[in-house]
């Protein structure tokens, strides 16, 4: 794994390229709405690979790997809790496989579903199910930690201790956010921001919002408080709702890399794409 040190220097070298989205592409792939996703990949793994590939091909240089939930928390539901090390330690493999020349990020998500409150009982609970993946991630030669779709600053606080338990090397940070630059919990995202930057955070930022008029202006405030690496991963401007239930984003490549275009000025450093993107998304990103 990277330090955070050898991460940076990566970025220095001109490594800014993420990837987009999984989950929507997988479900287009014959994936079922409201599976486990891990396992469903462990048993189907030609789409994530196909898919990963393409990214790769498209410009990509930091790949996801498809671990957004593999927390034993959320596998308990489907009786995989006990195999937490080695799906997480699969799934990054399957990854590099897919994109031997990318660096690989393990992808750890929120687990406020799971927590009635924020006490001290519920940041242990954290903890717990962050270092069991961590240390997956880590078995499975992963480069850097991504906690992304953050709702809530306690959880990149518990992913921070968990990844410094476990040992771990560099780790970004990545929340949910409104338009105005607040977290969902209503909390400032610029402060939370910084005080993971000051904790040695090797990047920062936000992604699953909309690319729209308003994204330009949250990468200038973010970037007012920050000086590391800033993540903007957003979604295909703003999603409708099938008559599946499933959201459909009508934002083309074109749209997109306009607005990145302006983030990127604005001083984002790590550019990628979300919900509704694909790997077209991510070659119109690197052209700019």
Same mark, same amino acid.
Request: hydrophobic content about 45%; overall charge negative.
């Given at each position: 794994?990277?330090?955070?040190?050898?991460?940076?220097?990566?970025?220095?070298?001109?490594?800014?390229?993420?990837?987009?989205?999984?989950?929507?592409?997988l479900?287009n792939?014959?994936?079922p709405k409201?599976?486990?996703?891990?396992?469903?990949?462990?048993?189907?793994?030609?789409?994530?690979?196909?898919?990963?590939?393409a990214?790769?091909?498209?410009?990509?240089?930091?790949?996801?790997?498809p671990?957004?939930?593999?927390?034993?928390?959320?596998?308990?539901?489907?009786?995989?809790?006990a195999?937490?090390?080695?799906?997480?330690?699969a799934?990054?493999?399957?990854?590099?496989?897919?994109?031997?020349g990318?660096?690989i990020a393990?992808?750890?998500?929120?687990?406020?579903?799971?927590?009635?409150s924020?006490?001290?009982?519920?940041?242990?609970?954290?903890?717990?199910n962050?270092r069991?993946?961590?240390r997956?991630?880590?078995d499975?030669?992963?480069?850097?930690?991504?906690?992304?779709?953050?709702?809530? =600053?306690?959880e990149?606080?518990?992913?921070l201790?968990?990844?410094?338990l476990e040992?771990?090397g560099?780790a970004?940070?990545?929340?949910?956010? =409104?338009?105005?630059?607040?977290l969902?919990?209503?909390?400032d995202?610029?402060?939370?921001?910084k005080?993971?930057?000051?904790?040695?955070?090797?990047?920062?930022g936000?992604?699953?919002?909309?690319?729209?008029?308003?994204t330009?202006y949250?990468?200038?405030?973010?970037?007012?408080s920050?000086?590391?690496?800033?993540?903007?991963?957003?979604?295909?401007?703003?999603?409708?709702?099938?008559?599946d239930?499933?959201?459909?984003?009508? =934002?083309t490549?074109?749209?997109?890399?306009?607005?990145?275009?302006?983030?990127?000025?604005n001083g984002?450093?790590?550019?990628?794409?979300?919900?509704?993107?694909?790997?077209?998304?991510?070659?119109?990103?690197?052209?700019l």
């Amino acid at each position: 794994m990277l330090t955070r040190e050898q991460f940076l220097q990566k970025i220095e070298e001109g490594v800014r390229i993420l990837d987009g989205a999984t989950g929507s592409n997988l479900r287009n792939a014959g994936m079922p709405k409201g599976c486990c996703a891990e396992e469903w990949i462990l048993a189907n793994p030609e789409p994530l690979v196909a898919l990963q590939r393409a990214y790769a091909e498209a410009g990509s240089q930091i790949i996801y790997a498809p671990t957004f939930q593999a927390q034993p928390i959320a596998l308990k539901a489907v009786g995989l809790d006990a195999q937490t090390e080695q799906i997480n330690e699969a799934l990054v493999a399957l990854s590099r496989s897919a994109a031997p020349g990318c660096l690989i990020a393990g992808d750890i998500t929120t687990l406020a579903t799971f927590c009635d409150s924020w006490d001290a009982e519920s940041f242990d609970l954290l903890v717990e199910n962050y270092r069991r993946q961590i240390r997956g991630l880590i078995d499975g030669g992963v480069d850097v930690l991504i906690g992304e779709t953050l709702l809530y =600053q306690q959880e990149a606080e518990a992913i921070l201790c968990a990844a410094e338990l476990e040992g771990a090397g560099a780790a970004m940070y990545s929340f949910t956010m =409104q338009p105005d630059g607040s977290l969902l919990s209503g909390a400032d995202a610029a402060m939370a921001l910084k005080s993971l930057e000051d904790s040695g955070a090797a990047a920062v930022g936000f992604n699953c919002v909309a690319a729209d008029m308003m994204t330009p202006y949250l990468v200038t405030r973010l970037r007012r408080s920050v000086k590391i690496p800033l993540i903007c991963k957003p979604n295909a401007g703003v999603p409708t709702i099938g008559d599946d239930g499933i959201a459909v984003y009508s =934002q083309t490549p074109a749209e997109f890399a306009a607005v990145m275009k302006q983030c990127k000025e604005n001083g984002a450093t790590l550019l990628g794409g979300c919900c509704g993107t694909a790997p077209e998304y991510i070659a119109a990103l690197h052209s700019l």
